[in-house]
């Protein structure tokens, strides 16, 4: 079955330390996201990507970095420059065309001890 | 300046009965594109409707349709005939870029609807 694969679902870090998120899509989509949310609020962008080896910066890409080696994967490293990284991050892929929707993953639930 | 304003936090409504959900954009784009998700507790996000700007006429799917006033930047969800499993937090997102370019998706905050028996 194609989809859209994050790992892990809840994932516990400590202070101080840099943690990676998993994204693995089996869609062959060439464009995915990266979204944050927290409880209560809506989703917010924090890194986008078109094409293999290029990525664009969102709305809150400060203490987040990315890399898009494959076209599959676009896994996301939360930084100890992130000061309250503790929230629900979503992982999306979608196709080329004006039409087409976002498929997403299940979500990583981070939270930082 | 928000890109995507929903108005609403929560919204109650009755079982069977229609609900209107608010979205109002902004965007200097003159291609762009709507949609609506929903995600149950779960934290799943569900694709509903999508409403292309250049359509002409407003989408629909099923029991959802979109009130799609182009010249307001609105782009409103309506759900009939609401069932108990509607219950959920519903996002309202644009797509903006040119096909060739990078495109942006985001996201509004969000409208809590809960479906009353």
Same mark, same amino acid.
């Given at each position: 079955?194609?989809?859209?694969?994050?790992s892990?679902?809840?994932?516990?870090?400590?202070?101080?330390?840099?943690?990676?998120?998993?994204?693995?899509?089996?869609?062959?989509?060439?464009?995915?996201?990266?979204?944050?949310?927290?409880?209560?609020?809506?989703?917010?962008?924090?890194?986008?990507?078109?094409?293999?080896?290029?990525?664009?910066?969102?709305?809150?890409?400060?203490?987040?970095?990315?890399?898009?080696?494959?076209k599959?994967?676009?896994?996301?490293?939360?930084?100890?420059?992130?000061?309250?990284?503790t929230?629900?991050?979503?992982?999306?892929?979608?196709?080329?065309?004006?039409?087409?929707?976002?498929?997403?993953?299940?979500?990583?639930?981070?939270?930082?001890? | 300046?928000?890109?995507?304003?929903?108005?609403?936090?929560?919204?109650f409504? %009755?079982e069977?009965?229609?609900?209107?959900l608010?979205?109002?954009?902004?965007t200097?784009?003159?291609?762009?594109?709507?949609?609506?998700?929903?995600q149950?507790?779960?934290?799943?996000?569900?694709?509903?409707?999508? %409403?292309? !700007?250049?359509?002409?006429?407003? &989408?629909?799917?099923?029991?959802? !349709?979109?009130n799609? %006033?182009?010249?307001?930047?609105? &782009?409103?969800?309506?759900?009939?005939?609401?069932q108990?499993?509607?219950? &959920?937090?519903?996002?309202?997102?644009?797509?903006?870029?040119?096909?060739?370019?990078?495109?942006?998706?985001?996201?509004?905050?969000?409208?809590?609807?809960?479906?009353s028996?």
């Amino acid at each position: 079955d194609g989809g859209i694969t994050q790992s892990p679902k809840y994932l516990f870090r400590k202070e101080g330390q840099n943690v990676t998120l998993s994204c693995e899509q089996n869609l062959n989509h060439d464009a995915m996201y990266w979204y944050r949310q927290d409880p209560g609020q809506g989703l917010r962008l924090i890194y986008y990507s078109q094409i293999v080896n290029d990525f664009q910066k969102g709305d809150i890409a400060e203490g987040y970095s990315v890399s898009r080696e494959k076209k599959e994967s676009f896994p996301l490293t939360v930084t100890s420059a992130q000061k309250n990284p503790t929230a629900f991050y979503l992982c999306a892929s979608r196709a080329p065309g004006a039409h087409t929707e976002a498929f997403f993953g299940q979500g990583t639930r981070l939270t930082v001890v | 300046a928000q890109k995507i304003t929903q108005t609403q936090p929560g919204m109650f409504v %009755q079982e069977k009965e229609a609900v209107t959900l608010d979205c109002t954009y902004d965007t200097s784009d003159q291609s762009y594109g709507l949609f609506w998700y929903k995600q149950p507790s779960s934290g799943e996000m569900i694709f509903l409707i999508y %409403q292309g !700007s250049y359509d002409e006429q407003n &989408a629909t799917e099923g029991r959802y !349709s979109l009130n799609f %006033q182009k010249a307001r930047k609105s &782009a409103n969800l309506v759900i009939s005939a609401s069932q108990l499993g509607d219950s &959920a937090m519903y996002f309202c997102a644009m797509r903006e870029g040119r096909e060739r370019s990078f495109q942006k998706l985001v996201f509004g905050t969000g409208t809590r609807l809960l479906v009353s028996p």
